[in-house]
């Protein structure tokens, strides 16, 4: 591809334009406050109580683009007491949702196992949402080694 003067000018004028108005090109991070925000939303603005619900999690994820986990709640899973729904969320993401289980009387259990990406060390979190509006929780840390170094 051959540049002329005039396309060199306008590319530095526009590399320049970009470097003074200071864009910057790093990824914005969730926080712990942004996860709590989705948690709220999520249940209501109730704050979740911790058992009934276990979130499984490796401790030290070799690779953090495939990371597995599950999940599973102590329910009855009648019409009258189910699970209705558990939403993953990763407070080192850029955006902490990660997903959201839905789940019926006819599930038979409220399990779910999924893969998914952490693009750090961080808290991931599961959330429960019973049919009598009462919510769970439980955390775990996974430490994202780079490199496969377990350290």
């Known amino acids: 591809m051959n540049l002329t003067r005039r396309q060199a000018l306008a590319l530095s004028v526009g590399a320049t334009t970009l470097a003074v108005l200071g864009v910057s090109t790093t990824r914005a991070w969730a926080s712990a406050e942004s996860t709590e925000k989705a948690i709220k939303e999520f249940t209501g603005g109730a704050t979740p109580a911790t058992g009934r619900i276990t979130l499984d999690a490796p401790e030290i994820a070799e690779?953090?683009?495939?990371?597995?986990?599950?999940?599973?709640?102590?329910s009855p899973m009648t019409a009258d007491d189910y699970v209705e729904s558990v939403t993953f969320l990763a407070e080192g993401n850029?955006?902490?949702?990660?997903?959201?289980?839905?789940?019926?009387?006819?599930s038979g259990t409220a399990t779910a196992t999924?893969?998914?990406?952490?693009?750090?060390t961080q808290n991931v979190v599961a959330v429960a949402k019973m049919s009598n509006g009462s919510t769970f929780v439980d955390t775990k840390l996974v430490k994202v080694t780079i490199g496969g170094c377990g350290g």
């Open 63 to 74: 690779n953090g683009n495939t990371v597995p986990i599950s999940v599973s709640v102590e």
């Open 94 to 106: 850029p955006n902490p949702a990660v997903a959201t289980f839905h789940f019926t009387p006819l």
């Open 114 to 120: 999924t893969r998914i990406r952490l693009a750090k």
